[in-house]
């Protein structure tokens, strides 16, 4: 989707401000907001690339105005309303109302450092060779899916050269689609900053971006 | 020309937020989806035991033992792995080394990826709007404004997080720090320095 | 600049809301606000382009969520103070503090009328011959200005046929720098939907921007 | 999946709004920049004079008048302003007339550019985001929001506004009008069939 969160490219914003001896939190509901999205997504009701797209479809202004662990948490809501583990009044109220549904996992206190440890891997194991090798010249694809992808608008039509062939890993298109992780090959591709952005750039700077086989063309 | 800037956050989110966030806190754990201790031990981790002290750790030794630097850059995970880092937005790393020809800056345009094994959680510029929108477009005037200037000749990589694969800047070992240990290079090596935002310290800007 | 106002291509906005029996304006406000617009414009001070860019600068955010009228508004505060006009307190308190400036012109009542039926021509003179001609194979140059450009995102690098050559018209990337009107030849430039949005788009579809010379390249 | 909309105007915008303006027009008044009778004359002629009349005016002329019609279709301004509509956003103007092959559609995406002297001032959501960003990218999908289906096999033309030129659908004659004056085929062009995203009525459409 060429939604508010493909941001790269756009001009206006002001300066980058950093915030001096900037806390980890910067409020207790933030700590909560990271922990129950971390926690509710080890239950495998929904997969990281669907919570992705829920935060942006949150709304072009919410996405803009809210703070990062509110786009989180406002995405965690729905998410738990569209999964039916809890309804709009109990998630408004607190309380439950309905019986709970069962989750696939529950993450429980002794299993928690390790999980957090494992974390979730994406490298799945694939049939068949990669269609590119480093050094060939691909093309990112001209695609704008009303979907959740990870091709920003910024690479359509651009040219660019293979760096590395990657393992497949799961293919976010589909998998935010409960379409299945589908993996595809995954690649490093070098694009200079001249191509991306016209004469204006520096011609020694380049931008290198991981794009999955079907993002890309050879040409 | 632009009079004003609108892209600071609604610092009026608390008592909203405080609210919603104890009510699902207490719905999700009264259905039984989320375990309270559960919910102490992810807080505990990310705010006081992963964190750019990790990274630091990482750079330091590359910097001391050349056979480490060379694995770390051929297999990020496995080396970092071996330093007892890993997990949730670490699991596929990419170390990439800052020389005299190449610096290398890492930003996600998409959302906020960032390895959180080795930085812990991001800090709020990371993910703004002026970061994610100018670093790809305008990486000569982000750097300028962290204070970092980068010679014409030299290129500026800039590697947009938009996989699972998790990028850390190698920074360049600072002039003047030959026979230091492993410790005392860790400290010169600042979170920025990791994004790609900073340089590792020289040994004049820390207390000796 | 690829700011707010290069809406063209994004995704997420949600539909499209028609007002029944919309009124021309909402609100005394809204009427005033044009007028004095309007107004203002005539006095000669600044241009069409420099009031576009002032409106496109006002910050993303509030682009987004401000009425039509109150972005034309703002810009004009913005515009008065800018140009010396007035100052913040004279505005914010409506009252005038400092000696009034001369302006190149002022519209009086009795020229209301001839000078909205007038309007403001941008065709000007321009010696030589335009480098295009209908039929041309063209291709949007890839430019990323951070000052006013009129050349939208969506068509950078993107190919098109000339469809109609037409006048010189005021350039608005000078004009609104202030920079002179240093008048261009225009085009009609026809741009296949398959072109600007990938397969998925209609065969049959076409966008027809107008481009300035400056903004095309021939291929 | 997306659950709330945000792009509605803030409709609390009236007290703070009202305020501003008084105080700016008052202002301006007692600097001598403007002249408060202008202010009126300009008021009164976009909303009571100029309209979507002049462009059914013109677009039902060029139904009755072969003749006229040709020279709408070749110098729009000039045909126009022989019916007496010109100046301020329509100084430029190009008719484009939907046929059997082509249907047209009007948008500004940068801004909010429309033929004033012949449509008046540009209703609300012609300068939205939504109608904005989608024109271009998915002009048939906005149709059928609008009740307009355009065969798959039929070229739909959008008009991007960047310049000054503005550009006047001529919707299609509606059948069943044949012998009809140019009051009564007037009266069958509303605003959105000179913009592109509606048709013309047909007969059974109008009261008769």
Chains 1, 3 share one sequence.
Not at chain 1, 37 to 52: E, K, L, P, Q
Not at chain 2, 13 to 34: F, H, I, N, Q, T
Not at chain 2, 111 to 125: A, D, E, I, K
Not at chain 2, 175 to 204: F, N, Y
């Amino acid at each position: 989707m060429n939604g508010p969160q493909d941001m790269g490219g756009l001009q206006g914003f002001g300066p980058v401000v950093p915030e001096p001896n900037e806390p980890v939190f910067h409020a207790d509901w933030e700590k909560k907001a990271m922990a129950l999205t971390v926690a509710m997504g080890f239950t495998g009701t929904w997969n990281i690339d669907r919570s992705r797209y829920e935060r942006e479809t949150l709304g072009p202004v919410n996405y803009l105005t809210w703070s990062y662990y509110k786009i989180w948490f406002s995405a965690l809501e729905n998410l738990i309303k569209d999964h039916g583990l809890a309804n709009g009044e109990e998630i408004a109220g607190g309380k439950s109302i309905a019986p709970a549904v069962p989750t696939k996992r529950v993450l429980k206190a002794e299993d928690t450092a390790g999980a957090l440890a494992k974390g979730g891997p994406v490298v799945r194991d694939k049939a068949g060779a990669p269609a590119f090798k480093p050094g060939d010249d691909v093309c990112a694809r001209n695609l704008h899916p009303t979907g959740h992808t990870r091709l920003p608008r910024y690479l359509r039509s651009r040219r660019g050269v293979i760096h590395k062939a990657r393992s497949a890993h799961v293919y976010p298109d589909t998998n935010a689609r409960g379409e299945g992780e589908n993996p595809q090959w995954l690649y490093s591709v070098r694009f200079k900053a001249t191509e991306l952005w016209g004469e204006g750039a520096n011609p020694n700077d380049h931008v290198h971006v991981d794009c999955w086989e079907p993002y890309l063309e050879r040409i | 020309m632009a009079h004003d800037h609108d892209h600071d956050h609604d610092h009026s989110e608390l008592p909203e937020m405080d609210l919603r966030v104890r009510a699902l806190e207490s719905l999700l754990v009264e259905k039984g989806y989320v375990d309270p201790k559960a919910l102490d031990i992810i807080i505990d981790t990310y705010e006081n035991k992963v964190g750019p002290q990790n990274g630091a750790h990482v750079v330091a030794k590359a910097w001391s033992d050349p056979g480490f630097k060379k694995w770390l850059l051929e297999d990020g995970s496995e080396a970092i792995l071996s330093l007892g880092y890993s997990g949730r937005q670490g699991e596929h790393m990419e170390v990439v080394e800052n020389t005299d020809e190449v610096h290398n800056m890492v930003v996600c345009t998409l959302c906020s990826c960032y390895p959180w094994s080795v930085l812990g959680l991001p800090p709020v510029w990371y993910k703004s709007a002026p970061y994610r929108s100018r670093a790809v477009i305008d990486p000569r005037g982000v750097l300028s404004e962290f204070g970092v200037t980068v010679a014409d000749d030299k290129e500026v990589r800039v590697w947009d997080s938009t996989a699972e694969m998790r990028y850390l800047v190698l920074p360049q070992r600072p002039a003047g720090t030959e026979g230091w240990s492993e410790e005392q290079l860790a400290a010169l090596v600042t979170r920025d320095s990791m994004i790609g935002t900073g340089l590792a310290l020289s040994p004049g800007e820390v207390a000796s």
